[in-house]
Nanobody, 119 residues
């Protein structure tokens, strides 16, 4: 069974940094686009950043220049380096991946990791 497991969230002061990781496990044949979303209380889940299988990246305007997404295909892991964090970055961060496993091509979500930025 395919799973995505996030780690690296926590509490940080404004201006600080955190690095999120998301590792995919299970019977996986290939991974397409991997992405990070966040969801603040009372708001919809929003795309933060994505990276394709060939390394093309996209970012939400609110994080451009501060966050960097990367991936290590050998480890089936996607990362989100978050610098210059702001209180408005506070949210639950979810990993997302489109991949081909034993059940065919599907999109999977991680369980989420809390990021809290204090002012």
């Amino acid at each position: 069974q395919v799973q995505l497991v996030e780690s690296g969230g926590g509490l940080v002061q404004a201006g600080g940094s955190l690095r999120l990781s998301c590792a995919a496990s299970g019977r996986i044949f290939s991974i397409n686009t991997m992405a990070w979303y966040h969801q603040a209380p009372g708001k919809q889940r929003e795309l933060v950043a994505s990276i394709t299988s060939v390394g093309s990246t996209t970012y939400a305007d609110s994080v451009k220049g501060r966050f960097t997404i990367s991936r290590d295909d050998a480890k089936k892991t996607v990362y989100l380096q978050m610098n210059s964090l702001k209180p408005e970055d506070t949210a639950v961060y979810y990993c997302n991946a489109g991949l081909r496993g034993a059940l065919g091509y599907r999109t999977y979500w991680g369980q989420g990791t809390q990021v809290t930025v204090s002012s």
